[in-house]
T-cell receptor
Framework: QQQVKQSPQSLIVQKGGISIINCAYE??????FPWYQQFPGKGPALLIA?????SEKKEGRFTISFNKSAKQFSLHIMDSQPGDSATYFC???????????FGGGTRVLVKP | DAMVIQNPRYQVTQFGKPVTLSCSQT?????MYWYQQKSSQAPKLLFH???????NEADTPDNFQSRRPNTSFCFLDIRSPGLGDAAMYLC?????????????FGDGTRLSIL
């Protein structure tokens, strides 16, 4: 059972453009919705996260939009830069146990 | 800087030869996790420790074992590595007892099987 579906699998965007990655989940017990960024040869690093009582959160060029009724959340990267080229994972978790359920990942390439 | 450190970064072992990967943390987090990540895939949770309590995922092969001698250290033992065990192994920690949820990952150990 695939609990978390992430799309697209890969994305190519020009420098300065907007990257949008979507995540759909099934488990209504999830209450923490993070995005992790992973560069080749490195471990995932928390990029931004949101809780279900908020519909949007912005940190610099990165924004999470959350739609509880649709059980979806998305990551928007504004003014994309070549340094943003990485793989992005959504990984929601329940309150108890803190186990992350990873989406399949989105490989983002920002062309200069 | 407080962090999660994995050693070695690269490990080569022979088919069937036991191997141990190590993880240490300076974050004083009470939860430690081990993930397996194969090329172009998401990390897959193998098991985690909540303090000293070991929690195995249902689909983790018996070939994989873990030890946590103290808060700072955690080990992943692969008793008889097969070719399919070649992967990046990631350690992560979280401070659940402080109400924090974010997991902090190390940079992984890439395991190759000859």
């Amino acid at each position: 059972q695939q609990q978390v579906k992430q799309s697209p699998q890969s994305l190519i965007v020009q420098k300065g453009g907007i990257s949008i990655i979507n995540c759909a989940y099934e488990n209504t017990a999830f209450d923490y919705f993070p995005w992790y960024q992973q560069f080749p040869g490195k471990g995932p690093a928390l990029l931004i996260a949101i809780r279900p009582d908020v519909s949007e959160k912005k940190e610099g060029r990165f924004t999470i939009s959350f739609n509880k009724s649709a059980k979806q959340f998305s990551l928007h990267i504004m003014d994309s830069q070549p340094g943003d080229s990485a793989t992005y994972f959504c990984a929601p978790s329940e309150a108890a146990g803190n186990k992350l359920t990873f989406g399949g990942g989105t490989r983002v390439l920002v062309k200069p | 800087d407080a962090m999660v450190i994995q050693n070695p970064r690269y490990q080569v072992t022979q088919f069937g030869k036991p191997v141990t990967l190590s993880c240490s943390q300076t974050l004083n987090h009470n939860v430690m996790y081990w993930y397996q990540q194969k090329s172009s895939q998401a990390p897959k949770l193998l098991f985690h420790y909540y303090d000293k309590d070991f929690n195995n995922e249902a689909d983790t092969p018996d070939n994989f074992q873990s030890r946590r001698p103290n808060t700072s250290f955690c080990f992943l033992d692969i008793r008889s590595p097969g070719l399919g065990d070649a992967a990046m192994y990631l350690c992560a920690t979280s401070g659940w007892d402080r109400g924090e949820q974010p997991q902090h990952f190390g940079d992984g150990t890439r395991l190759s099987i000859l």
